[in-house]
């Protein structure tokens, strides 16, 4: 099953542009983004990598005082 994107407030690459899958209301499969929304979508996970990496490290460190693991909203 292709995973589901929702990358749909992404403005269009310059004005005027219209691109069909655009016009769709719902989510975006990865095989439905633009050049440009799939380079944004990889920027966008490489920074999730990044931060999710980063609070694990401060729970690594907090270690017994620690008093739950960090929540994050998608």
Excluded: C, W, Y
């Excluded at 099953?1 to 310059?14: F, R, V």
């Amino acid at each position: 099953m292709p995973k589901i994107l929702a990358l749909e407030t992404l403005a269009p690459e310059s004005e005027g542009e219209e691109d069909s899958n655009s016009q769709s209301t719902g989510p975006k499969t990865e095989l439905q983004l633009t050049e440009n929304e799939r380079r944004i979508l990889h920027q966008l996970q490489a920074k999730n990598a990044e931060v999710r990496t980063h609070e694990a490290a401060h729970l690594a460190l907090a270690g017994p005082h620690a008093n739950g693991t960090p929540t994050f909203e998608v």
